[in-house]
């Protein structure tokens, strides 16, 4: 299969997508035939499931590759605009699909932060960095710092900085996998976990890039088309235009009246109600604009995103490539906001102002005591199992009219794109869609990581420092071992359903930002830079944004104590602060720990420099990165005449790749 | 390849750089500054400074990098650095 039939695959392309898809479709078609057969539920679940990760385990076994190339960059042949749709996968993540629609209607404007940072990343990149590691030639990101920056020290300093952005990340796929097999299909969580880590194994071990390539395709389709289904029909049905990202334009003036009538209804108070399109009334200017600097420098570092250029057949396809992939990461992208808004004004107008005992009367709210059963939303502060269990909490609440208030009512972010489908009053079949869409967007995401890190290791640590001689046969066992290795420990720890690495996905970003962005830009645009300037910069970068990160989330008592000067905290915040300081103190043993959680929650808050959020911790890193990196460069002699032509070579797109693969 | 013509080739590609990078500015910062105001305005009911953010910039960055693409390869040609094919 290796080579001589790629040629025959690769222009033969349009045709396969177009068979796969239709086989899709019809699929789906056979499931939904199914249903009305009166299947249950669960078991079509278990077949959207099963399915999809056969059919990627297909790709996976017929794209297996026994050529270095192949298995690092997929033998650079892949076109623009399938790259496009690959990277598409490849970035849009379990988080981006369920939970981003959630960020926004909890957020309203303010998470569009979120949207405006994960797209206007690809802008650096196409000018900045891709075309020219592109024609660099390198295998991974670390490979192009060994050879600008002379050396290991260099390398290594880029491979952990990949290490700890992306592990957490392949975690946080896996923990997503899990939860979405188990909420939509009722598997168990471990179990799930388990499928999940097969899925990702079947789709890169045997072909590395190149199977995760043609399966990311795959996985694009599919969670596109479950990504839109949903939010489209339910436009038509409320409009009669299946276009959710116009209509909602209506949806959002009915929400603002809805907003003014709850206010005049006493649903909310004015100063409570955050109007859902008015600007930062959850951030501040300072952080929502910090946030998407951080978002999108951080997009531009991350290496499973940028490896994912070194595949196209040439420079100036890498350029295309980076435009194709935004225009399919837009389309997920600019539809987020309307399902947002079609959620906010389905919820606002029949569960708030609804009456407490009449909830479990609606037929049309089946799906808030679903998702509520297993602790997706809560109603006066309970998880909504139940009519019943409603009605006793809110019978709880001191005062409370027997109306369900803005307050009252709570729903996870990741509730919103789920529930959709049954908000729409569409049968289970799109539920299990919109899960085999989520689980495309969990594994293309996990399968990206995944390759980037086993490769770091297998390519710039086993055979650039370990074994520079080892034959090809040996790299690519050893490159699968590690692969192997690196996806049992990432589903070893996504078992434990760990919430903090959920949570540090978010910092990801800085740190790629911090540590990274500075050397490949001035990699490339700036002749001057050298080796101790790149390696100083690297680590001072890096360093600041871990320490923001660790010591503002995890030791926010010390961090503010240290920074009090530079702390954006209120005057009542900081009398808090040491109310609660003295409190702990006094605390006697037994409620010693309770004093402290209190304490160190509320030193969380104001644990920062400038009140910049931890979220956007490269706010700091990112310049001090730079402006070391060019100071100590400057400090330093210039890099010597080889390195310089090297860099004029990396600029011009024509000429060839300048780092060769030894014949193998 | 002589060096003043890649140094030739290098500032149209900087200026080119230098363009795309102002327009991805004012449309991932700039215009969101003015949001309150802009917000006064609507447009097929949506707020335009909402719009902005969850849409018109978008739209804008990936016009940009089509165009961006196109326009960087103009001058590849025109130097003499384009790739063969």
Same mark, same amino acid.
């Given at each position: ?664 | ?20 990078? &102002? =327009?991805? @500015?004012? /449309?991932?910062? $700039?215009?969101? *500054?003015? !949001?309150?105001?802009?917000?006064? &305005? =609507?447009? @097929?009911? /949506?707020?335009? $400074?909402?719009? *902005?953010? !969850? ?31």
């Amino acid at each position: 299969m290796a080579t001589q039939t790629g040629d025959a695959f690769t222009s033969n392309l349009g045709r396969i997508y177009l068979a796969y898809t239709g086989g899709f479709a019809a699929f789906v078609l056979l499931i939904a035939v199914l249903e009305q057969m009166g299947v249950p539920d669960h078991i079509l679940g278990y077949l959207f499931v099963f399915f999809t990760i056969a059919v990627y385990a297909m790709i996976g076994v017929l794209s297996r590759t026994m050529q270095v190339s192949e298995y690092y960059v997929a033998g650079r042949k892949v076109p623009a605009f399938y790259n496009g749709m690959a990277t598409g996968a490849d970035w849009m993540s379990a988080a981006s699909f369920i939970g981003m629609a959630g960020t926004l209607y909890a957020l309203g404007y303010d998470g569009l932060a979120f949207i405006l940072g994960w797209t206007g990343g690809y802008v650096l990149v196409a000018v900045l960095i891709a075309p020219y590691l592109r024609k660099f030639g390198a295998y991974t990101v670390p490979d192009f710092l060994y050879a600008r920056y002379g050396g290991k020290l260099a390398s290594i300093c880029g491979i952990i900085v990949l290490m700890s952005c992306s592990f957490t990340y392949v975690v946080a796929q896996i923990v997503g996998t899990g939860l979405i097999a188990s909420r939509f299909i009722g598997m168990d969580f471990e179990v799930a976990v388990y499928v999940g880590l097969i899925g990702i194994l079947v789709c890169s071990l045997l072909g590395g890039m190149r199977a995760v390539t043609w399966t990311q395709v795959a996985q694009y389709i599919v969670l596109i088309v479950a990504y839109l289904i949903p939010v489209v029909v339910l436009s038509a049905q409320k409009y009669g235009v299946p276009l959710p990202q116009i209509m909602y334009g209506n949806v959002l003036q009915e929400i603002a009246a809805r907003e003014q009538e709850m206010v005049a209804q006493g649903l909310v108070a004015a100063e409570a109600l955050k109007p859902h399109t008015q600007p930062f009334t959850n951030y501040d200017p300072l952080n929502y604009f910090g946030l998407i600097l951080c978002l999108m420098v951080g997009t531009a570092s991350l290496p499973h995103v940028l490896m994912r250029y070194f595949t196209t057949p040439s420079v100036r396809d890498a350029r295309k490539s980076v435009a194709w992939s935004l225009l399919f990461i837009f389309i997920l992208y600019f539809t987020a906001p309307a399902y947002a808004a079609f959620a906010k004004l389905e919820i606002y107008t029949t569960v708030i102002g609804a009456q407490v005992a009449e909830l479990g009367n609606n037929a049309d709210l089946a799906w808030l005591f679903k998702w509520g059963a297993i602790g997706l939303v809560k109603v006066c502060g309970v998880d909504a199992a139940s009519a019943q269990a409603v009605i006793d909490a809110c019978a709880k609440v001191a005062d409370h009219p027997g109306i369900v208030r803005l307050a009252d009512f709570r729903i996870d972010n990741d509730a919103i794109v789920i529930s959709t489908p049954e908000i729409a009053g569409l049968p289970y079949v799109i539920a299990g869609l919109v899960a085999a869409g989520g689980l495309a967007a969990a594994l293309s995401t996990a399968d990206g990581l995944l390759l980037a890190i086993a490769n770091a290791l297998s390519h710039d640590i086993y055979y650039k420092m370990i074994d520079p001689n080892a034959p090809t046969a040996r790299r690519l066992v050893i490159a699968r071992v590690l692969l192997v290795l690196v996806a049992v420990l990432a589903a070893y720890t996504a078992s434990f359903r760990p919430a903090d690495i959920v949570a540090m996905v978010a910092w990801a970003f800085s740190l790629a930002a911090a540590g990274l962005f500075p050397a490949l830009v001035l990699g490339v645009w700036s002749k001057r830079t050298n080796s101790a300037g790149a390696i100083a910069g690297m680590i001072v970068g890096f360093s600041i944004t871990l320490y923001y990160l660790v010591g503002s989330r995890y030791y926010a008592v010390d961090f503010y104590q240290t920074w009090a000067g530079l702390s954006g905290a209120s005057e009542a915040a900081i009398t808090k602060f040491n109310d609660l300081k003295t409190a702990w103190e006094a605390a006697a043993p037994d409620a010693k720990a309770a004093a402290w959680k209190a304490l160190d929650t509320h030193a969380q808050t104001i644990a920062n420099w400038f009140g910049v959020r931890n979220i956007s911790a490269a706010l700091f890193g990112l310049p001090v990165g730079f402006l070391t990196m060019i100071i100590v460069s400057r400090l330093t002699p210039a890099p010597s005449k080889e390195l310089q032509d090297l860099i004029d070579e990396i600029r011009r797109p024509s000429g060839g790749v300048v780092m060769k693969e030894k014949a193998a | 390849m002589s060096s003043t013509k890649q140094e030739a080739w290098w500032a149209s590609t900087r200026g080119l750089m230098i363009t795309a990078l &102002i =327009v991805w @500015f004012i /449309f991932s910062f $700039g215009i969101h *500054m003015f !949001a309150k105001t802009l917000n006064t &305005i =609507v447009v @097929f009911g /949506f707020p335009l $400074g909402f719009y *902005m953010a !969850a849409q018109g910039s978008l739209i804008v960055f990936v016009a940009l990098l089509f165009w961006f693409a196109g326009a960087q390869d103009k001058i590849d040609r025109e130097h003499g650095f384009a790739e063969e094919g």
